[in-house]
């Protein structure tokens, strides 16, 4: 009964692959997140997307592309990995103003 | 810009003394200030929030007070417990209630037995 689910959990890969982490939520929350913890723990958004609008943070290099075939799901896509990329990724949900809900987690670790 | 300043960043407690965590806040327009606990190698989890219609909420042994005029808000866990051990972040929401959180970096409390 997750509510929020991400697959895979651990993602191993070398320096210039693409990869994809895929995200899905069962709460029918309007929007849905994506966040990179670094590791200092410090939390980032990366992106927030609801069916109408994308918002990206600035700081986020285009490698990184949100896809959502439709409300349940957000995934990530990133291309040309690169060793800065290791991190936690986390997927998170919420209904529009509301608390945040975030998937487990999956671990990046670039070669 | 957005930015939230999270003290101290870590913090050590005997166990059964109280536990207080402080954050600021930039944007006047946030409205909605929520705290999350993480446990080493699991998700962040809310366990108390406020809005900024209200200056205090209470919720068994964890309590957050939200000062709107010097846009701060703090986090205060009584009676600590082994368990109460996790890193805490507090967020405060930017932009209206569309807008994205802003955390904190996050503290490391430590409650020792």
Redesign the interface.
Known sequence: DTAVSQTPKYLVTQMGNDKSIKCEQNLGHDTMYWYKQDSKKFLKIMFSYNNKELIINETVPNRFSPKSPDKAHLNLHINSLELGDSAVYFCASSQVGGEEFFGPGTRLTVL | GENVEQHPSTLSVQEGDSAVIKCTYSDSASN?F?W?K?ELG?????II?IRSNVGEKKDQRIAVTLNKTAKHFSLHITETQPEDSA?Y?CAA?YGG??G????G??TKLSVKP
Not at chain 2, 100 to 103: E, K, T
């Open positions: 909605y929520p999350y993480q699991k998700r962040p989890q809310l929030d890193v972040f929401r209630s569309q994205n959180l802003i955390f970096k996050g």
